[in-house]
């Protein structure tokens, strides 16, 4: 289950910061509200994804690292 860790409202994107327990290890999951802008953005800020949008009913997401190499998700509700 996701336990919410840290809330930051700025600007029109608001921002949920979660941890995980993943195969063993805590990923950050960043809650989106513009999954394609928000990527779009951090590419061009020269983050490194290691894979593309997916998803399911219901949700999006997509996996960048940061500077240090250590995996975030970001993640964005859907309606269907």
Not at 63 to 80: A, F, R
Request: contains cysteine; hydrophobic residues 30%; aromatic residues 8%.
């Amino acid at each position: 289950s996701e336990t919410p860790m840290i809330f930051h409202d700025h600007g029109k994107a608001r921002q949920w910061l979660y941890q995980k327990l993943c195969s063993s290890q805590n990923i950050p999951i960043i809650l989106v509200t513009d999954m394609p802008s928000t990527m779009r953005e951090l590419k061009e800020r020269g983050v490194e994804f290691i894979e593309d949008i997916r998803g399911e009913k219901g949700y999006r997401i997509t996996t960048p690292k940061d500077c240090e190499g250590n995996e975030l998700q970001l993640k964005e509700y859907t309606k269907n």
